[in-house]
């Protein structure tokens, strides 16, 4: 089908409907009006797109529905290694030479802003949530436009309820609100992951929190929490998404379970770029790999969140809403994860769920036997 406003248009997929809809209106992306799905919003719910008080520097995106009808951005920036390393990030352990970063936080958040990034992810581990602050802060961007999400991280689950809401006071203090718009449990820490899940349950009723999700949960994490009575389900899964780990037999199952997919290592840290695939589909429309990756992420319906410390980089990413990859493009995109991919999931998913704990380096609660595709 085709839809069109003015003499800009753009040609859907079969696949497309007219129920999808969405304009850009950022002076950063494209200079035509152009349509993109807007994903789980019906076309008159334009309360579901972003608002700004600079719009000719804000992506107006789609929004995906969490279970409580909250829009969450289809677009975020990832502040991850953005100005701080943390010691035990995969990189630093790996390199024989110290990682340092080249701008800071705030410098790195502040150009994501201007560019019109309006969902942060942070994180307790990420170790920066105080220059993300002053980022904000300095933006002059009202705190309703921002929705902004964090992570505990496995030590502080691991020490239970005290330390977890003295994290988040510490979270909260950092970012310069009095809520955060989405907390997630960073990963499933066994033993102790939905008593962790409970307290961030508690923290919801106290107005703290706004949604409750979690991060890394394989299927039989989340069987594990709502078998223990959990009574707000999480709203949101972040792992890591993209064509070369793309694990859809679990992401079947948590969509159909109302869960949002957010999508980190959307961009597969950069190491994809020479792919010879990705290449031949953005010649055809005229985009980069990375934009072919993260429009595969939108047009699946995954939240999708790049990261980058370089300016140009932050505009590139974010002009995924003025194309659409046709059901072969698709096609060929799903089918590039191979078996030794799930493999090292499925490895770094027993290293991780213990990591910086006690346990640490041990097999110790992990579960052996988990769904890795």
């Known amino acids: 089908m085709k839809l069109s406003i003015g003499t800009a248009s753009v040609l859907f997929s079969a696949t497309a409907t007219a129920k999808f809809h969405c304009n850009i209106i950022s002076r950063h992306l494209a200079s035509t009006a152009a349509f993109v799905p807007n994903i789980g919003v019906s076309p008159s719910s334009s309360k579901h797109y972003m608002s700004s008080p600079t719009p000719s520097q804000a992506i107006a995106c789609p929004t995906i529905s969490l279970r409580d009808g909250t829009p969450h951005p289809s677009i975020g920036f990832g502040t991850y290694k953005v100005g701080f390393i943390p010691a035990s990030a995969s990189s630093a352990v790996a390199s024989t030479t110290k990682e340092e970063p080249q701008r800071t936080a705030a410098e790195c958040v502040a150009d994501a802003l201007a560019c019109g990034y309006r969902f942060l992810e942070c994180a307790e581990f990420y170790g920066n949530e105080s220059e993300v602050g002053k980022a904000i802060k300095s933006s002059g961007i009202a705190r309703k436009d921002l929705f902004l999400c964090s992570k505990v991280w496995t030590t502080t689950i691991e020490k239970g309820e005290e330390a977890i809401r003295a994290r988040l006071e510490q979270t909260l203090s950092d970012l310069g609100t009095d809520y955060v718009d989405l907390y997630l449990i960073h990963w499933p820490v066994p033993g ?24 890394n949960y394989a299927v039989e994490d989340y069987k594990e929490l709502i078998d223990a009575g ?12 993209n064509p070369f780990l ?7 199952y948590f969509q159909k379970e109302g869960v949002v997919m957010q999508s980190y290592r959307s961009l597969r840290d950069g190491k994809a770029m020479d792919h010879p695939l990705l290449k031949e589909i953005g010649a055809a429309h005229s985009k980069s790999p990375a934009q072919i990756l993260g429009r595969w992420c939108v047009q699946h319906g995954f939240v999708y969140i790049p990261k980058s410390v370089k300016l140009d980089r932050m505009k590139e990413n974010a002009k995924v809403f003025d194309f659409v990859l046709t059901d072969n493009e698709m096609a060929q995109l799903d089918s590039l994860t191979t078996s030794d991919a799930l493999s090292t999931f499925e490895g770094l998913y027993r290293k991780c769920v213990n990591r910086d704990t006690s346990k640490d380096g041990t097999m110790d609660g992990v579960k052996m036997d988990i769904t890795i595709d």
Do not use: C, F, W
């Not at 959990?230 to 998404?241: A, D, L, R, S, Y």
């Open 192 to 215: 102790k992951h939905v008593d962790a899940y409970k307290t961030l349950e508690e923290l919801q009723k106290e107005g703290k929190i706004r949604n409750i999700g979690v991060s």
């Open 230 to 241: 959990v009574t707000m389900k999480p709203v949101v899964n972040q792992i890591e998404i």
């Open 246 to 252: 793309y694990r859809k037999n679990t992401i079947d």
